[in-house]
């Protein structure tokens, strides 16, 4: 970097302002004159030979002819389409709120919103739109803030424009010369920190035309969240610093906090729909393979661009950039979200639900194979097994039963694979569970088995194994003592409860290798 | 005579202690480490009872009357009346919602001034035990834990333990005025530019402990000296004598 700046300037004071500067920036970021006043001719996407939108050469529509305040929505809404045909000043104002809110159950974080909510408000304008765009840093931020939307032309985006003390506001204006759908973040130094801690949202240029018309639409944004405490570690996690700079991220979310779009809080529609889903990812670090379980992406246009790709199941969204996909929904059931990368979908929290209701179509889904219950009735009957396990522990209330169900939820997707959905094993290979005399004889010490891994000679209930059964460090306390009680209390156990406490007393008495997880 | 007395009567008063030689630190984010010289600091930030007894001495630098030039609407704005701090808030916290222009008079009406930012990240790198704490992980974690939080309301000084040096809560109250804050990142709408802000960041961000003063920096270069913050509070600094 350059420092246009030594002492020979005044040194503090009213006006007397050291200015540090990109020379790289200073030589040769311009802005593009706004130009030509005609409109493009876009027609719907239609899968033809490759169009040329004209880029922000064709951007600009001629003066605006009206002026309005902008529909602004929190995720997973989506303000209404832009119908009218000329240009428009648009008046946008976003308010920066520093909050503590729910990352998990029973779990918060201090995240710094654009409106309150991560992700930030969804701003809807239409391209050769003037947008004045207001940004106000609530009087209670501990920090500066400023916006960077990727739909400005313009060095940084607006960033410094909106550079805002605490209590302050501050305002700029730019045309929207390209059309797309485009990420801004807040570019406040430590930008990482500021970006990871939800500092993010979508702003859509519409194209003049509009885009093909759809029956529902909406928000949806990924990003990855680094806290000192393991995923799902209950109390107020702060930002991990570390775990940042090495992209290892404790979380990977949709719309800002786990369980955002599971359950009472998923995405509806009805068969005979097509739905259009606006997705973001602000990152700060990961790249999202975004992809809905039982549908295919009619259309896609990728990374929110202006060419449209047919038939696609996994699109990829780049940290700081977009993607607009939609789907005709024929067969009704549960629709999963996730994140491909797919340990984040199940160990991380990338995952939400689309329900759709309506009349089977056993032609296009007979509803028989085993997928369909595996992936929509699971999922769903996991997700609020556990919510509601979680959420009665914060409140220090878990009976057995919650826990047998807790565990029961967890089971399946942690211990099934080996040792079957009924507990039965596999004789010679993996030892039964059901009516396990192991097991039985000594209940506890199936916590160190999950803790630390079981391997050698083992003789259960007459069978005799000698394999190997990994560590299952990375379920925490409470997951490790649901699973447990779910175990003994099924197939003919012995019955009992295992309690969190005692399985984080037995995990800090057990010396960890180097690199397992704690 | 008499005035000799009275200097080192005040140099020697047992508010304020000697800070230095200690480690290079950053000045205001600068890309060189510099070194700062002995000089002399307060140990607790300035309290509302101690702002109030100034602004009775200098009534200037009441709410109602401080010049607009020099003072934001927000000066003060959480005292009860433009002379005291009243009921609602606790008078022995750090006086905050002061500008960078109040806290300046109230230093030099003391024949004190405020901090370089230098001097100020002199005294803030040190925790109980070290001289320079900054490459400690959990000193580095409590100071970003402080930062990531939404504040809460502000009781009492005295609220940490005393560093190295002797100097209290100088992490984990409020922000703190310096004299050279104004250092700017990126201000001017026109030449700015977001990349200023990235490309700065990168350097730092190699080394996590450089995050705490990466903030700080960004927060000072936010400010202009007539805001007055609800974070944002002081402490005094002098020269040791030759
Ligand atoms: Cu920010």
Not at chain 2, 45 to 50: E, F, G, I, M
Request: glycine share 12%; net charge negative; charged share 20%.
């Amino acid at each position: 970097m350059t420092f246009v700046d030594d002492e020979s300037q005044a040194r503090v004071g009213v006006g007397a302002r050291r200015t540090l500067l990109l020379s790289l920036l200073v030589a040769s970021v311009g802005c593009p004159a706004p130009a030509s006043t005609t409109a493009t001719t876009l027609s719907p996407p239609d899968p033809g030979p490759v169009r040329d939108s004209g880029g922000s050469a064709a951007g600009g529509l001629g003066p605006p002819q009206l002026e309005e305040v902008a529909i602004l929505t929190d995720a997973p809404l989506v303000p209404p389409p832009i119908t009218r045909r000329v240009p428009a000043k648009v008046k946008v104002e976003i308010e920066v709120i520093e909050a503590e809110l729910p990352i998990s159950d029973g779990v918060s974080y201090s995240f710094w919103t654009f409106g309150g909510k991560v992700p930030g408000k969804f701003i809807r304008v239409r391209q050769g739109d003037t947008v004045e765009l207001k940004l106000l840093n609530h009087p209670s931020s501990k920090m500066p803030h400023n916006i960077d939307l990727h739909a400005v032309t313009g060095p940084g985006g607006g960033a410094a424009s909106t550079f805002t003390a605490p209590g302050h506001g501050s305002q700029f204006t730019f045309q929207a010369l390209n059309q797309g759908l485009y990420v801004y973040h807040c570019a406040t130094a430590p930008v990482g920190m500021h970006v990871a801690n939800g500092m993010y949202g979508l702003i859509l240029v519409e194209p003049p035309e509009g885009l093909p018309k759809v029956d529902r639409e909406f928000y949806v944004m990924q990003g990855d969240f680094y806290t000192v405490g393991k995923y799902r570690e209950k109390g107020h996690q702060p930002f991990d610093m570390q775990k940042a700079i090495e992209e290892n991220a404790t979380y990977v979310l949709f719309n800002g906090a786990e369980g955002s779009l599971l359950d009472n809080n998923a995405l509806k529609a009805a068969v005979g729909e097509r739905v259009r889903l606006f997705v973001g990812n602000g990152g700060p670090n990961l790249v999202s393979s975004f992809h809905v379980i039982g549908e295919v992406f009619d259309h896609v246009w990728t990374e929110g661009g202006t060419h449209v790709q047919e038939n696609v199941q996994t699109t990829l969204v780049p940290a700081g950039g977009s993607a607009i996909v939609d789907f005709k929904l024929e067969v009704p059931g549960t629709y999963i979200l996730v994140d491909h990368s797919i340990f984040r979908a199940f160990n991380k929290g990338a995952v939400g639900m689309i329900k759709v209701s309506g009349a089977e179509r056993k032609d296009v889904y007979s509803g028989k194979e085993v997928d369909s219950v595996y992936l929509a009735d699971k999922a769903a009957s996991d997700a609020g097994a556990i919510q509601r396990a979680s959420s009665a522990l914060g409140a220090g209330t878990l009976t057995r039963e919650q826990q047998v169900e807790a565990g029961r939820a967890l089971f399946a997707g942690t211990c099934s694979a080996c040792h079957g959905g009924e507990g039965k094993g596999l004789p010679g290979v993996f030892p039964p569970l059901a009516g396990s005399d192991f097991l039985n004889a000594d209940p506890s010490r199936a916590i160190g088995v999950l803790l630390n891994g079981l391997s050698g000679k083992v003789s259960v209930n007459g069978g005799a194994y000698d394999s190997v059964m990994p560590p299952m460090s990375q379920l925490n306390d409470d997951e490790i003592a649901n699973l447990l009680t779910f175990v003994v209390n099924s197939w003919g156990n012995s019955g009992g409860q295992i309690s969190s406490a005692q399985v984080k007393e037995r995990r800090s008495g057990t010396p960890r290798p180097a690199g397992a997880a704690r | 005579m008499l005035a000799f007395l009275l200097i080192i009567a005040l140099a020697a008063s047992p508010e304020m202690v000697t800070i230095g030689p200690g480690p290079a630190v950053a000045k205001n984010g600068g890309p060189v480490d510099v070194d700062v010289g002995r000089f002399l600091l307060d140990v607790d930030l300035v309290s509302r009872t101690d702002f109030a007894a100034f602004v009775g001495d200098h009534p200037l630098w009441r709410r109602d009357r401080a010049r607009a030039l020099f003072v934001d609407e927000r000066y003060l704005a959480d005292w009860a009346s433009a002379r005291a701090p009243g009921e609602d808030v606790d008078p022995a916290a750090p006086v905050t919602l002061v500008s960078w222009f109040a806290a300046r008079a109230y230093c030099s009406a003391q024949g004190k001034r405020l901090p370089t930012s230098a001097e100020w990240e002199l005294a803030a790198a040190a925790s109980t035990t070290k001289k320079d704490a900054r490459a400690d992980p959990s000193f580095v974690a409590a100071i970003l834990d402080w930062y990531g939080r939404p504040p809460a309301p502000l009781r009492a000084n005295h609220r940490t333990q005393a560093n190295l040096w002797g100097v209290r809560d100088l992490h984990g109250v409020v922000w703190e005025w310096v004299e050279d804050f104004n250092f700017a990142l990126v201000k001017d709408g026109r030449s700015g530019d977001g990349g200023a802000l990235f490309c700065g960041a990168g350097a730092s961000a190699a080394d996590p402990a450089d995050y705490a003063g990466f903030m700080r920096l960004a927060f000072r270069s936010s400010l202009e000296a007539r805001f007055a913050l609800p974070v944002l509070g002081f402490r005094c600094a002098k020269d040791v004598l030759p």
